[in-house]
């Protein structure tokens, strides 16, 4: 497509229960990117993947976080059990490599609440 | 580690006004650099990048911003402040590839 595009744009959900974040990255793309960003507060980075392995997972806050990606296209990602502190902007990420000179195109996010 | 310190977190300017927006980072080379802008409910859009070369980079919507190697600083800049910049700024460093970000500037801009 013509941008990175995710859904849903809003989520509300209770505690306790898993969510699934999807990203469709640009046509091409073979990197794709994970960011939280909570209210006030900047971009956290999550996870990465080349193609479709992640070498970078240091983000993952906690074994509850988990991505997937199937090929050089659509990621999910996935809370799972989730709580209050997990409410915020998700957001997603796409270019052509990993090495930054290709420049990063982002998504609109998905806002997460968790009640 | 590398990290990226934008000292402000609000500022206000008068509509006319000039602007610089600060950015420190750290890093043992010279990493990549970003400015982004987000604007309320909107995605992240990038305003200007530094790879290497000439230090004075120009951006989008009349933005600009230098890199000084010997202060680790990449500072935004913008000679006439437009109602429409109230928004959030982000600075960024790419070391390896993934994008470390700023805590955020919030520019507010008076009539």
């Known amino acids: 497509g013509a941008g990175v595009s995710q859904s849903p744009s809003n989520k509300v959900t209770e505690k306790g229960k898993d969510v699934e974040l999807r990203c469709d990255p640009i046509?091409?793309?073979?990197?794709l990117y994970w960011y939280r960003q909570r209210l006030g507060q900047g971009l956290e980075f999550l996870i990465y993947?080349?193609?479709?392995?992640?070498?970078?997972k240091s983000g993952l806050p906690s074994d509850r976080f988990s991505a997937e990606r199937t090929g050089e296209s659509v990621s999910t990602l996935t809370i799972q059990r989730t709580q209050q502190e997990d409410s915020a902007v998700y957001l997603c990420?796409?270019?052509?490599?990993?090495?930054?000179?290709?420049?990063?195109?982002f998504g609109s996010g998905t806002r997460l609440t968790v009640v | 580690a590398q990290s990226v310190t934008q000292p402000d977190i609000h500022i206000t300017v008068s509509e006319g006004a000039s602007l610089e927006l600060r950015c420190n980072y750290s890093?043992?080379?010279?990493?990549?650099l970003f400015w982004y802008v987000q604007s309320p409910g909107q995605g992240l859009q990038l305003l200007l990048k530094?790879?290497?070369?000439?230090?004075l980079v120009q951006g989008i919507k009349g933005f600009e911003a230098e890199f000084k190697r010997s202060q680790s600083s990449f500072n935004l800049r913008k000679p006439s402040v437009h109602w429409s910049d109230a928004a959030e700024y982000f600075c960024?460093?790419?070391?390896?590839?993934?994008?470390?970000f700023g805590q955020g500037t919030t520019l507010q801009v008076k009539p």
């Open positions: 890093y043992g080379a010279t990493p990549y």
């Open positions: 530094y790879f290497s070369g000439d230090t």
């Open positions: 960024a460093v790419a070391p390896r590839g993934n994008l470390i």
């Open positions: 046509s091409g793309h073979t990197a």
């Open positions: 990420a796409s270019s052509l490599g990993y090495s930054g000179t290709a420049g990063y195109t």
């Open positions: 993947f080349q193609g479709n392995s992640a070498p970078d």
